[in-house]
Structure formats: structure tokens, C-alpha cells
């Protein structure tokens, strides 16, 4: 069964560092977002992104935030400055279209701001 | 943007008790409505979903039901199992940012 596959698993980083998050959705998914969730809290929306560009994006994601698909098969976001309350767990997600049903998560990158 | 709330934040039965969550949503031209579950650690995972021109679905022991005008929708767990036990989340959506609810931690005791 095709899945959405996300790397690095973990990542730890120190505060003001730069990160890349990489997911790779299915493959003939055209929507792309990716989620955050705090340890033990709800999962936060933080963008959606269709034909090479951002469709929709929350309150949460700032400037510090951005998102590409470098090369058709990879979905990236950054975080240009990390703060250590980004820290959490980021899951990458997709859809064929937003009608057609299930949203389909990856494993999560959990990202660690010392 | 669209706002979800859930309820109760945790909720603990007894196996083979039935368990209910109910959930808002503020925006009434959302139109799709998903439940997911959520094992420690791991991703969430579709388990139901209802659409806005449905009242009532139902999948085994699981069912969800929606009241539109009420903006209400509910998930209906019967015959619990210990296997049941997890964070389950609501969400709504009517196109590209599905936003969720608070989750609701769901303990079944043997």
C-alpha cells in the first residue's frame, strides 16, 4: 500500500538553527500539507500547498516558515531560526484532491530545540 | 479559518460500554467530516468519515452522525475494546486546511 514517507524520524537541534523537514507524498496525490503537534496536544494545521504553491496556511506558520517541492517528488518545509517551542512532532500529509476523502499521514518527524 | 471543538478531552469506559465524543465546528461550509485514531507514537489514522449530505454512517462498531444545522457531529463507539484505547480527533473541512479538534484521550478498562 503506498504511504507518505517523512525523514529524518528525530531530529535535534540547537535553538536558531536552521531545519529541513523532507516528506515524500504519494505519489499521484496532488495536495500536500504538513501538521504540527506538541507533545500530547491536538494536531495543529500549519499549510497546504497545490501546484507549486501555497493554498492555504495558519496563523502558525510565520515567516520562519516555508515549504517547497524542489524536484516533483520531495515536500520540504523549513524553519529558518528555530525556537524551542517548535519543538514537536511534524507530519507530513496528502490527498489526491481535498474531495476525495482520507487525508493520508506520515510517520512524523519529530523535531527536538534545545 | 475553520474552528473545531471537541469534547470531553478524556473519557474513560468500560469494556464493552459504548463511548461518545462530540464535536463543533464554526464554519458551515465545511463538508467533510473525518475521525482519526491515534496510538501513542504513531500517526493518526482515518477510522470513519461523513460527508455534509449524509446524516448517520456507520461501520461495524463504529458510527458517526451529523446535525448541519446544529454544526454538531459525534463519534459513537459501541462494544469497546481495550484496543479502543487511544486519542481519537475530529476534524472538518471544506476544501484545502482540515483543522482538528483537541482530541479526546479514550481509556477502556478490561
Known amino acids: 500500500e503506498p504511504e507518505v514517507t517523512q525523514t529524518p524520524s528525530h531530529q535535534v537541534t540547537q535553538m536558531g538553527q536552521e531545519v529541513i523537514l523532507r516528506c515524500v507524498p504519494i505519489s499521484n496525490h496532488l495536495y500536500f500539507y504538513w501538521y504540527r503537534q506538541i507533545l500530547g496536544q491536538k494536531v495543529e494545521f500549519l499549510v497546504s500547498f497545490y501546484n507549486n504553491e501555497i493554498s492555504e496556511k495558519s496563523e502558525i506558520f510565520d515567516d520562519q516558515f516555508s515549504v517547497e517541492r524542489p524536484d516533483g517528488s520531495n515536500f520540504t518545509l523549513k524553519i529558518r531560526s528555530t525556537k524551542l517551542e517548535d519543538s514537536a512532532m511534524y507530519f507530513c500529509a496528502s490527498i489526491w484532491t481535498p474531495s476525495s476523502g482520507e487525508l493520508f499521514f506520515g510517520e512524523g518527524s519529530r523535531l527536538t530545540v534545545l | 479559518g475553520e474552528n473545531v471543538e471537541q469534547h470531553p478531552s478524556t473519557l474513560s469506559v468500560q469494556e464493552g460500554d459504548s463511548a461518545v465524543i462530540k464535536c463543533t465546528y464554526s464554519d458551515s461550509a465545511s463538508n467533510y467530516f473525518p475521525w482519526y485514531k491515534q496510538e501513542l507514537g504513531k500517526r493518526p489514522q482515518l477510522i470513519i468519515d461523513?460527508?455534509?449530505?449524509?446524516g448517520e454512517k456507520k461501520d461495524q462498531r463504529i458510527a458517526v452522525t451529523l446535525n448541519k444545522t446544529a454544526k454538531h457531529f459525534s463519534l459513537h463507539i459501541t462494544e469497546t475494546q481495550p484496543e479502543d484505547s487511544a486519542v481519537y480527533f475530529c476534524a472538518a473541512s471544506m476544501g484545502n486546511d482540515m483543522r482538528f479538534g483537541a482530541g479526546t484521550r479514550l481509556t477502556v478498562k478490561p
Open positions: 461523513i460527508r455534509s449530505n449524509v
